[in-house]
């Protein structure tokens, strides 16, 4: 799934689960936004935390959410790295399938962002 | 991969399982139909409890079973936005790209049922 | 550790986490309590859901909240029973430290009941 | 918690359980001994398949099981090792908690051992 | 996906993280490699545990990996049906539609190994 | 169990594992040290991340650990808990006894600081 079939089908989703889910359905959602906020900590850290969480649960929608909400933020290669390989460490072996989606994503990213193109969740 | 396809597939496998299987595989098999019959606990109780454990766990597979159950057994749209408010609240936002998928079956099999189509599994 | 202290226990820190704690993990653990409440559903059913998922997550402490709500809305031994088969199965082997666990609270608490102690947390 | 404890805790309840479950609760427990017995594949290979599987999956108690199973069997340190290594490269760092007691546990188990007395589950 | 398209994609992404990642992330491939070498247990029964690992921690391409390692030194479908019935009952009902995909790899390595194609990773 | 008690008991049974292990074990176990080392992103970020890793695992000794370290590291009560919201949302409800038992030792920590005893592990 190309990154932008992922986004339309998270998006369209979005909206039905939004449109039918209780009140509680959508404060779980609004929370979920909130939390990654600036606050004390910078949104790039919180992204991060978020992308190393998601790859320790094994989640690759989630990761995928991350992967470019961290490349927006200016994540480098250096550092994407460097988050991986904090998640390999804790999580163990069974991380390396996704690990291979992950930067296979990050490679796809890096190209839009050669040719100019905005790269945005 | 619709409905008819992951039936197809989930019913050719189980067959061979079972017949290539050891006399535990069999066993192991005929427990996991056993523990969702009517007891004290009605079917469908049993199924919802069946469809939050599998959205905690995050097992698509074992999602779209329990929600064509549920459907089957009758759940409606607002009990279904329940339980899934309950693994949400558990299980956490790692719980959203299956919930996403478990609602376009949702309405895939609310589409079947108004055009008087037969839904089981 | 007893049903009081972990009653004792629970009850302190969730106070220092909610005096402590930003808006979000209030509004988290605000949303925590609302998706049990009886809706389409009842509490029972849902407290029921919130046992199933907290045994195959294997987390004692969530075990311990859910049956207690569960014996104080009337569960009965057999239907205790009922779900701990479901929880079972779908969760496997790994589940029985936490069912030998869940038992003997169970067991505490029909102490408690027959005694004419009101069981609630 | 001693050995002896975790043996005489896990007697009770799993005699309670049975006792109490329903027919499918016994089921399970006689499928659960009956998977690791002699087949092809030896008792010490399913131990040992065991004791991975407890490890990445981190439950301390079925760790405890299956060590003093494999200890039953003769297995040795340096299998025991080897055994670990695999858990800690699939499973990752989060292993290592786990892993710290069970090298506590195997070290009991070797003083039993050399004292001449009896291990067994 | 076919075996095939699994191993291409898995060779060509192991390529570039090895290319990209930092010297942690190469030691951790390395590592990854080392522990299932043969040592006082043969490859056959640390490959058997890490399959076992794979399956209950439920990931399809450590699972694929594993399987075609184990058909690779010799592994029998008894043996394997032994083992999947220890990571049915450990890791429960969440394990089957891995174990559905797994069969189905089988069928297809013993057909290309009934053809005199090799079989390897 | 106390601090001091944990990081008595961690030390002595590592020295153990260093010791007993295989040379992949003692290799694991560099490893782990050395992904948490200053890079192109600071120590503290990837404690942080290691700590929201190991909230949504729930491991209990991983997140004494990384707190002790970021507490070290000079992370602030407003930082730690937008590290527990972001944990909270990604792995839900089943975090929130790990979270009391964390704010409690965050407590211990700062009565610690107060008198002037040095934190560190």
Request: hydrophobic share 40%.
């Amino acid at each position: 799934m190309s990154l932008a079939e992922f986004k339309a089908f998270r998006e369209k989703m979005n909206e039905k689960i939004l449109k039918e889910g209780t009140l509680n359905t959508k404060r779980f959602f609004n929370l979920d936004s909130a939390v990654y906020r600036k606050g004390t900590l910078s949104e790039k850290t919180k992204e991060l935390m978020g992308l190393v969480a998601s790859l320790v649960l094994r989640c690759d929608d989630c990761i995928t959410y991350h992967i470019v909400r961290c490349a927006q933020l200016g994540t480098s290669d250096e550092e994407f790295f460097e988050a991986f390989d904090v998640a390999l460490i804790v999580g163990g072996s069974i991380i390396i399938p996704h690990l291979r989606r992950a930067v296979n994503l990050l490679e796809e990213i890096r190209e839009m962002q050669k040719r100019g193109k905005d790269v945005h969740i």
